[in-house]
C-alpha cells in the first residue's frame, strides 16, 4: 500500500513541530545539543521550530497525510557560497542561538559544524532532518518520503547529500543509495555524524 505524501504548508507548522520534537527526544546529537532529558523536553521545541520555519521559508517541508512523518529538505545550487550570515549581515549561528536557547553554545556549535563539512560547487538536495513519530517507526514511512524525492533527482540528474545522526540511520541510507564522504564529524565529548552523499542513479536502477 502506498504512502500519501503532500507538501506542508504554513498550517502545517505546529504539527511539523511537535512531529520533530517527539521524533528526535532520543536521538544522539539531540542528546548532545540539549543533554539532560528534562531540560530536553523543555527546550528541544525551540530548535525544531526555528529549523521548521527555516524551511518552510526557503526550502519544502514533505508530510505524510496522516501526519506520522515529515522530511525537511533544502535545494542548494552549485554557486551557494556555504553558510554563516543571515539577513542584514549577522552571523546566522548566533542568531540561532540568541533565539533557541542563548546559554547553550553546542545550539550554536552544530550549525557551525555542520556546515563546515557540508559539500559545495555541486547542486544538490539536502535532507536536513527527517522524522518519524516514536509510535510509527519501522513502517517504512521514513523510506517512502526519502524516496519520492530521490526519484525526482534520479529523473534530473541531481545528487542528494545528508548527515546521518547515528550508524543504525547510516545503514538506512545505504540501502538507499548513499555513502560516506569525507570523514565522519566527531561532535566535541559527543557522538559521530556522517556525511553521506547519492549520486544520481539510472532510471529503474534504484531498489
Known amino acids: 500500500m502506498g504512502v500519501a505524501i503532500r507538501t506542508a504548508g504554513e498550517d502545517d507548522r505546529e504539527l511539523v513541530v511537535r512531529l520533530l520534537d517527539e521524533a528526535f527526544q532520543n536521538d544522539p546529537v539531540s542528546s548532545w545539543v540539549f543533554p539532560g532529558a528534562e531540560y530536553r523536553r523543555a527546550t528541544h521545541h525551540r530548535l525544531m521550530a526555528a529549523f521548521t520555519d527555516a524551511t518552510l521559508a526557503d526550502g519544502r517541508v514533505d508530510l505524510v497525510e496522516d501526519g506520522s512523518a515529515c522530511a525537511l529538505w533544502m535545494s542548494v545550487p552549485a554557486e551557494d557560497p556555504g553558510h554563516g550570515e543571515a539577513a542584514g549581515g549577522e552571523d546566522e549561528f548566533a542568531e540561532l542561538r540568541r533565539a533557541v536557547d542563548p546559554d547553550n553554545e553546542r545550539v550554536e556549535m552544530i550549525g557551525r559544524l555542520t556546515a563546515g563539512i557540508h559539500p559545495q560547487g555541486r547542486a544538490h538536495e539536502y535532507l536536513w532532518m527527517i522524522g518519524v513519530a516514536p509510535g510509527r517507526q519501522g513502517e517504512g514511512l521514513g523510506t517512502a518520503l526519502i524516496g519520492s524525492v530521490l526519484d525526482r533527482c534520479d529523473r534530473e540528474g541531481r545528487a542528494a ?47
Open 161 to 207: 547529500y545528508l548527515e546521518a545522526s547515528s550508524e543504525r540511520s547510516a545503514r538506512l541510507y545505504r540501502r538507499l543509495g548513499f555513502e560516506l564522504t569525507g570523514e565522519p564529524l566527531r561532535l566535541p565529548d559527543g557522538p559521530l555524524m556522517h556525511p553521506m552523499w547519492r549520486e544520481p542513479r539510472a532510471a529503474g536502477a534504484r531498489g
